[in-house]
């Protein structure tokens, strides 16, 4: 059963990521391959701790 959880938490932060760095045209964040690799592999944190990241996680999954 633990692996199985485990299975599901890895597929949901690639498909975080996946769907983040597809959307990342849409967001505010200033457009440099460093920050879209660093913003996009961070999202499960950043999302949690900053309320303009949300926003603009949001905006990024909308397309």
């Keep these: 059963m633990s692996k199985l959880i485990i299975f599901g938490l890895i597929v949901i932060y ?6 983040f760095w597809n959307g990342f ?20 944190a950043l999302f949690i701790a900053n309320p303009s990241y949300r926003r603009n996680f ?6």
């Design 58 to 63: 949001r905006r990024a999954l909308k397309g």
């Design 25 to 44: 045209s849409r967001t505010n964040f200033t457009k440099s391959l460093p920050n879209r690799i660093r913003l996009s592999l961070l999202w499960p």
């Design 14 to 19: 690639i498909g975080g990521v996946w769907k």
